[in-house]
Nanobody, 125 residues
Framework: QVQLVESGGGLVQAGGSLRLSCAAS????????MGWFRQAPGKDREFVAA???????DYADSVKGRFTISRGNAKNTVYLEMKALKPEETAVYYC???????????????????WGQGTQVTVSS
């Protein structure tokens, strides 16, 4: 019903910045709760950032002050602006969409209904 496609990943030096994009297609209703997760080698998939249907936001403690989640002018697009990237943040980054969320941010991966294929972010030392 919904397809999510991430883009914007790549290779960046430590301290650099990237902006990831997530575009939804198919059932492209606007202002769904959405989130970003990442999975690094040897680690579980972890929460990074979320935006609610009412556009409140939430972040993992490790990225607060450096990452920003936002909606594009077209509400079927969500961005993750990442600054001051660290080598330990090398991971595959995934976006996700929750159809049923009401007003709160969603930080638990199992609550999301749709997932993108992921985009690789590599931060070199």
């Amino acid at each position: 019903q919904v397809q999510l496609v991430e883009s914007g990943g790549g290779l960046v030096q430590a301290g650099g910045s990237l902006r990831l994009s997530c575009a939804a297609s198919g059932r492209t209703f606007s202002n769904y709760a959405m989130g970003w997760f990442r999975q690094a080698p040897g680690k579980d998939r972890e929460f990074v950032a979320a935006i609610s249907r009412t556009d409140s936001t939430d972040y993992a403690d490790s990225v607060k002050g450096r990452f920003t989640i936002s909606r594009g002018n077209a509400k079927n697009t969500v961005y993750l602006e990442m600054k001051a990237l660290k080598p330990e943040e090398t991971a595959v980054y995934y976006c996700a969409l929750d159809v049923s969320a009401a007003w709160r941010t969603v930080i638990v991966s199992t609550e999301y209904d749709y997932w993108g294929q992921g985009t690789q972010v590599t931060v070199s030392s």
